[in-house]
């Protein structure tokens, strides 16, 4: 019968201690094994809190599923900030460059509702703008219309698939 656990772990960094110590121990699978995979699924996640289910059999055997930080905490990791503004619209927290962004949006937009790259970016500046950050020095809201207005497609269109 399988049987699955979720849990938040810092990206690259699980470890046998809770929250999956406690967890696993009473399943038949390898600890260790289990929390090597994780650190190495999620490395590029770099101690941002990463959603992962661990799925198990009775025989031992496991599959680790990586789930995608909230956004909020994608683009607080890459500006370097604890905390979003409490007046957005007026006290800016930090700046991301449209690389930032688009790095950002490649991140999650397999979690997004989004179709394309240019629509995840737009979401991702969508929660730039609720937390009170810029970019390329410029307001978030302001940014969007620029992408709508295809300022920067070269960078967030893809190349039509062959």
Request: proline share 8%; net charge negative; glycine share 12%.
């Amino acid at each position: 019968m399988t049987e699955a656990i979720e849990v938040l772990v810092p990206g690259g960094e699980a470890d046998p201690g809770p929250p999956l110590g406690p967890e696993l121990g009473p399943t038949p699978v390898d600890v260790q094994a289990v929390v090597q995979q994780i650190n190495d699924e999620t490395e590029p996640f770099d101690g941002t809190e990463v959603p992962v289910t661990v799925t198990y059999e009775e025989d031992g055997s496991f599959e680790i599923g990586v789930g995608v930080p909230p956004t909020a905490e994608l683009i607080k990791d890459e500006a370097g900030f604890e905390t979003g503004s409490g007046e957005p619209q007026e006290d800016f927290v930090a700046d991301l460059s449209v690389g930032q962004i688009r790095q950002i949006a490649e991140q999650k937009q397999p979690d997004l509702l989004a179709y394309d790259l240019k629509s995840a970016a737009k979401e991702v500046v969508g929660t730039c703008v609720t937390l009170g950050v810029t970019i390329e020095g410029n307001d978030a809201r302001e940014f969007k219309d620029r992408i709508d207005g295809g300022e920067y497609d070269e960078i967030f269109v893809e190349e039509a698939q062959a």
